[in-house]
């Protein structure tokens, strides 16, 4: 917070120590205020068409960017497309399974899964799921691939060697971002019940459901899977901080408006909201307790994050928007249409 020095020159005369004590007092604040993250690299890829999750492999160095009918890829270096996965209809999120080098898609609109190959992205295949499949997560604990169907309420479970759905999961409400813990646990935020669904990756069986109060449609999720604690980024401006053994609300933080994406940095231990009115929003802890450590301004439309974590950056896209139109069966929310070539991958991270 900035102190308004300007106020007081009339009264400097005459109360010389006074003011030198409260510009020394304000100083730390004014320290304190200073940003800690910033924009620190732009990538521009153009291309045509909406986005969604994104999502960056570290190990392979390569970014994944839904974009309506295909999912675009980028070096994340050298900034660079480097190819696409085609024929992705209502493209949403993807998964990869190192070990067997291959990824699997949403494709929201067809309800099905593409799998391809890491290294040449090409499909070898689609996988039907249930009704409208969005966001999806790896599960290293049980080696199942688990895709929320938001039109659906469920889970279609895939056994990525077999290339099978093995399970279908019912949900008591309308899945958005999972989490897999590593060790037996998918945590699934419910955007309609305002609560927190657990997967028991093993069984294939929701063992709990934990509401957050003030929680209004909560989207994006991540985790702290060395503290236990979960992060959740709601409709409603809010974070909402949840203890993963017992359920517990711990927190809510207050962040940014039109957050549809949530990462988490493990070593610097902060949780970032990427909030589609043009900032990140960084909570952290501050004297034992989480608190929002700063809003970082981005690109309006940037709504969904990836963390990168061999560099600690966190990631976002959004392009040049035009006016936005009445809302439309084909775009229920009006979300307005990206300009031509204007799509950017903007990188965040300590200054």
Excluded at 126 to 151: L, R, W
Excluded at 274 to 286: A, T
Aim: glycine letters at 12%; one cysteine or more.
């Amino acid at each position: 917070m900035k102190t308004k020095f300007a106020n007081l020159i009339p009264y400097l005369t005459l109360f010389a120590g006074v003011i030198s004590t409260c510009v020394f007092l304000a100083a730390p604040a004014a320290a304190q205020s200073a940003p800690t993250y910033g924009i620190v690299r732009t990538m521009l890829l153009g291309g045509d068409g909406g986005w969604d999750y994104v999502y960056a492999d570290s190990r392979t160095r390569r970014l994944y960017i839904a974009r309506a009918t295909r999912f675009m890829v980028a070096d994340l270096d050298s900034g660079k497309l480097v190819g696409e996965i085609p024929d992705t209809p209502g493209a949403h999120g993807v998964a990869l399974v190192p070990d067997l080098g291959i990824g699997f898609t949403t494709n929201g609109r067809e309800n099905t899964s593409s799998v391809f190959d890491l290294k040449t992205l090409k499909v070898s295949e689609k996988i039907k799921t249930g009704e409208g499949p969005d966001s999806i997560v790896y599960d290293p604990a049980s080696g199942h691939v688990f895709i929320m169907n938001g039109h659906g309420k469920g889970v279609s479970v895939i056994d990525p060697k077999s290339r099978k759905v093995v399970a279908a999961i019912a949900l008591s409400g309308k899945p958005e971002a999972p989490v897999a813990d590593g060790k037996g646990r998918v945590y699934v935020n419910i955007e309609d019940k305002n609560f927190i669904a657990v997967i028991d990756s093993n069984t294939n069986k929701v063992v709990a459901e934990w509401p957050m109060a003030g929680c209004d449609e909560p989207s994006g999720l991540d985790m702290d899977r060395d503290g236990g604690d979960l992060f959740a980024a709601c409709g409603n401006k809010l974070m909402a901080i949840v203890d993963s053994k017992t359920g517990k609300l711990i927190a809510t933080i207050p962040t940014g408006d039109g957050s549809d994406g949530l990462a988490f940095a493990p070593k610097e231990k902060v949780a970032v909201t990427s909030n589609g009115e043009g900032n990140m929003s960084f909570v952290g802890k501050r004297d034992g307790k989480y608190a929002l450590i700063e809003n970082v301004p981005t690109k309006k439309g940037a709504r969904t994050i990836g963390f990168d974590a061999a560099t600690g950056l966190f990631l976002t896209v959004s392009a040049d928007l035009g006016p936005a139109p009445k809302p439309s069966p084909e775009n229920p929310r009006g979300r307005p249409a990206p300009l031509p070539n204007s799509f950017v991958v903007i990188a965040v991270g300590r200054k």
